[in-house]
């Protein structure tokens, strides 16, 4: 007979079975005459007419065999979700963080000089970091952290209020 496939009560394919299975299942009658089944190439029928099995009768006779009911359509399956985003986990850098002067005196008095004066706080700026960029690390950004001081006990009787103070910090990283 070969493989089948049959529809259980529930209305669910289940399958492929062979056919000793098939009259196994008749025979407890989990397959009824009425239970549809089809062959691994498609084709459709209902048990009781596939020649061979024995839907199993008492000994007071054949018992009647309610019909199969409808098979229930499984629902479909939820649509295929987006792929989640790979991490990127190849590269892994550690970080340091360098207090940059808050002012640096390089001012003259002269208006003409104003390039001049830009010029070496750049090369300042440029020199703590050329200093700071040994053992692989590179330099990363410049930010500025606002770090919030409250005032002590004696600080707030006398009528101190916080007070904020804006630091530039050079952030340097490296590989690990």
Excluded at 13 to 37: I, N
Excluded at 113 to 132: P, T, V
């Amino acid at each position: 007979m070969g493989n089948w496939y049959y529809y259980d009560l529930s209305g669910y394919r289940q399958g492929p079975v062979d056919s000793d299975t098939l009259k196994r299942l008749a025979l407890m009658g989990e397959v009824t005459p009425s239970t549809k089944v089809e062959t691994e190439n498609g084709r459709q029928s209902v048990a009781g007419k596939i020649h061979g099995l024995d839907f199993g009768t008492s000994s007071f006779g054949s018992a009647p065999v309610p019909p199969a009911p409808a098979p229930v359509p499984k629902p479909s399956p939820p649509p295929p979700s987006p792929p989640m985003p790979t991490p990127v986990t190849s590269i892994q850098y550690e970080y340091k963080c360098v207090a940059a002067p808050m002012i640096l005196n390089v001012s003259s008095s002269s208006p003409t000089m104003k390039s001049a004066d830009e010029a070496k706080a750049a090369a300042s700026y440029g020199d703590i970091i050329n200093k700071e960029c040994y053992g692989n690390w590179e330099f990363y950004s410049m930010e500025q952290i606002t770090v919030q001081n409250q005032p002590g006990c004696f600080g707030f009787l006398a009528g101190m209020s916080v007070t904020n103070t804006v630091y530039n910090m050079l952030v340097f990283r490296r590989q690990k």
